[in-house]
């Protein structure tokens, strides 16, 4: 079995700050780690996602996150944020071997970006 | 333009009144499912689907139905609604060409059950 924990639920972080989100997960299998994000009203889009590699993986948007297999981490990080970046943030594994369609996803992390 | 589409984006109903939500996407991926979600808890799977006449209960079936009649169209039933059904719920799916379990999700529909 597996599950996520995502150790901040609302980050306030001021325009142009760098902001940490937070996620650890537990699994006794190899899984794949994803981070979604939902905008307001709106649903879940991939913001990112690692699979194999390298261990640091980037969107088009300037978040970047990090694997760490020891730790068993996924934190997602952004060096200056726009307002626009105001967010819930998911974090989510998925089994690699069977897991198809099966994504498991933290509580979620509420990022709001103030002037 | 590639999407999952959900009807309705918002329901009020009372307890014991069958509804369905559907969904549908146009992608001709293999894989749908349905998810709630609630606060403090994420997003929980509720079925899902690995292609046509094959459903599977998630971590949360209880008090749902499901049908994969076409490829494309994956309806949530919930047969006698109760009030902890009140969430919101979200209809995704992801194909074997795009990869690893990779969700495009539909906008969602807020059920609220009085």
């Known amino acids: 079995a597996q599950s996520v924990t995502q150790l901040d639920s609302q980050v306030p972080v001021f325009e142009e700050a760098p902001v940490e989100l937070r996620c650890n997960y537990s699994s006794s299998v190899s899984v794949y780690l994803f981070w979604y994000v939902q905008y307001p009203n709106q649903g879940l889009q991939l913001l990112l996602k690692y699979l194999s590699g390298s261990t640091l993986v980037e969107s088009i948007n300037g978040f970047e996150a990090e694997f760490n297999k020891s730790q068993t981490s996924f934190h997602l990080r952004k060096p200056s944020v726009h307002i626009s970046d105001t967010a819930e943030y998911f974090c989510a594994v998925s089994p690699i071997s069977g897991g198809y369609n099966k994504l498991i996803f933290g509580a979620g992390t509420r990022l709001a970006v103030h002037p | 333009e590639a999407q999952v589409t959900q009807n309705p984006r918002y329901l009020i109903t009372v307890t014991g009144k069958k509804l369905t939500v559907t969904c549908s996407q146009n992608m001709n991926h293999e894989y749908m499912s349905w998810y709630r979600q609630d606060p403090g808890l994420g997003l929980r799977q509720i079925y899902y689907s690995m292609n046509v006449e094959v459903t599977d209960k998630g971590d949360v079936p209880e008090g749902y139905k499901v049908s994969r009649k076409e490829k494309r169209n994956f309806p949530l039933i919930l047969e006698s609604p109760s009030p902890n059904q009140t969430s919101l719920y979200f209809c995704?799916?992801?194909?074997?060409?795009?990869?690893?379990?990779?969700?495009?999700f539909g906008a969602g529909s807020r059920l609220t059950v009085l």
């Open positions: 995704a799916s992801s194909g074997l060409a795009s990869g690893a379990n990779v969700l495009t």
